[in-house]
């Protein structure tokens, strides 16, 4: 068991409009994330399902095509490996959860997100 504080995980920057928090288990990630208003989440697509949880601002994905408006208190469910983007229309705050883990973000292999 681990008892842990976002307060105390250091904040990435990875590019001017999008900065993370994440912690990961053995079979999962749940990360914090930072967006500009304007951030653009290049389309990609990973193994790891995700749940998407919008605490503040409005977040436009577009998965396999579809477009989804993701508002504040509103989530969204993302199906592994399915191509999805994202655009934050206002600065927003969510939290991202993943399962398996995020493998590639522990070892530095998301240069998309840092463009």
Known sequence: MKHLDWGLIPQEQLNDK???KFISGE???????????????P???HESEQICL???????FSVEGKIQLVKSHQMIQIPSNLR???EALEDSMVYDIFSPIRQDWME????YLRK
Do not use: W
């Open 108 to 111: 530095g292999d998301d240069s």
């Open 27 to 41: 079979k999962i990630t749940v990360a914090q994330l930072f967006l500009h208003k304007g951030c653009l989440v």
């Open 84 to 86: 999805h983007s994202v």
């Open 54 to 60: 919008v605490m503040s601002g409005s977040l436009r």
């Open 43 to 45: 389309e990609h697509s």
């Open 18 to 20: 999008l900065s993370r």
